[in-house]
């Protein structure tokens, strides 16, 4: 099929094959563009573009995985490695609460001295003392760590989480599921059909999942659409067996300039950036929500993905620390008045949600710009 028709087949809403996702490669940019943000028009408000207001928060830097790609992470016997008490993750969540936010996402390391108790007594602490706060935690990565620590599946583990107050599990660490391209970059790295056990494990708890991907470690047009090939099966059998899939799918580029892949693995530019959101918009049929990334690349190509198939402009994160330590695009996180007023420059409708893509309010963006500009965080 030639390249128009492919693109006409999929703004129609069909689904495409494996040999027209690798067709979409080819393409000429501005055409990919033109049909993925017609499909996002499509599926959600043509004249809204949403945001979260949340924190990250890194409870412990401790991993055994070491990942090569990875300049956050420490062993437990290096000087700067840490666990956060409860109180000190108590303590940014106040931070947040003070600027309206009511959601943090909570990961870390593979610390093999933390006990699964330690997590559950975690998420009971932070419930009780926040009642609202919903908590989006722990990788697939650290569940696959609890399970060898613990000898227990990744079903009893989350469940038990789930009890204890876990609202979600981020999508984090699945770069490019392909096996070949994992073991170059991190030998010790989960494993692709670990990583949608566990998320599968997730979804049918009703558990919170995100899909994500990561370009720029060598991978080829290949891996990239055998990536977005397998998320859009694991969302047909969650949405048929559990009716409760991915929430939406994020797009990150590689960050190498304080890691050891640095010289060994190109990255990303931002017309493959681009390039690749809009042919996973074209993919990614029973998707509804696409995030721009600004930590990577900025907010001028953030703004410009909104007219590739995003339709959302992520989170405030407030703190973030593995992007920015792998060499990210120097912030740590946005203001609301940042957010606000990106989204209004490029031609759109700025609206708050929460983590499930529901409008929570949409902001007065002329009052919003008036306001004094926000200092950052500590």
Not at 191 to 198: G, K, L
Request: aromatic share 8%; proline share 4%.
């Amino acid at each position: 099929m030639k390249g128009m028709d492919v693109l006409e087949k999929a703004v129609a809403g069909e689904r495409l094959s494996e040999e027209e996702v690798l067709s979409l490669f080819d393409l000429p940019l501005p055409e990919l563009a033109a049909a993925a943000h017609e499909v996002r028009l499509r599926k959600t408000d043509p004249e809204v573009v949403t945001f979260l207001i949340d924190r990250n928060i890194n409870y412990t830097n401790v991993c055994t995985v070491a990942c090569a790609f990875c300049a956050f992470y420490r062993t437990k016997r290096q000087k700067d490695a840490y666990t956060l008490s409860y109180e000190a993750i108590a303590e940014k969540i106040e931070e947040l609460y003070r600027v309206g936010g009511r959601r943090i996402l909570l990961q870390g390391g593979v610390n093999p001295e933390l006990p699964l108790e330690w997590y559950l007594d975690l998420l009971r602490y932070l419930k009780g003392r926040f009642p609202d706060l919903r908590i989006d935690a722990f990788s697939p990565e650290e569940i696959l760590g609890l399970e060898r620590l613990t000898g227990l599946r990744a079903e009893a583990i989350l469940e038990r989480m789930k009890e204890a107050g876990l609202d979600g599990m981020p999508g984090a660490g699945a770069e490019i599921l392909v096996d070949e391209v994992r073991l170059k970059a991190a030998p010790a790295r989960i494993r692709v059909a670990d990583w949608y056990r566990i998320v599968d494990a997730a979804q049918a708890l009703g558990l919170y999942t995100l899909a994500s991907m990561v370009i720029g470690f060598g991978e080829g047009k290949e891996e990239r659409a055998a990536h977005l090939l397998g998320l859009r099966a694991q969302q047909d059998r969650a949405l048929e067996r559990h009716k409760n899939g991915f929430a939406a799918f994020a797009l990150w580029t590689l960050q190498v300039e304080h890691t050891r892949l640095k010289g060994k693995a190109p990255g990303a530019t931002a017309h493959e950036y681009l390039k690749t959101l809009a042919v996973a918009r074209l993919t990614l049929d029973n998707f509804a929500h696409f995030q721009a990334s600004w930590p990577t690349l900025g907010f001028k190509v953030a703004q410009a993905a909104l007219y590739y198939g995003a339709d959302d402009f992520g989170s405030t994160m407030l703190e973030e620390n593995v992007v920015s330590a792998a060499g990210g695009h120097g912030r740590t996180h946005a203001t609301v008045r940042e957010i606000v007023r990106h989204i209004v420059d490029a031609g759109f409708r700025p609206a708050e949600r929460d983590p499930l893509y529901r409008i929570l309010r949409y902001p007065d963006p002329e009052a919003i710009l008036k306001e004094p500009v926000e200092l950052p965080m500590a």
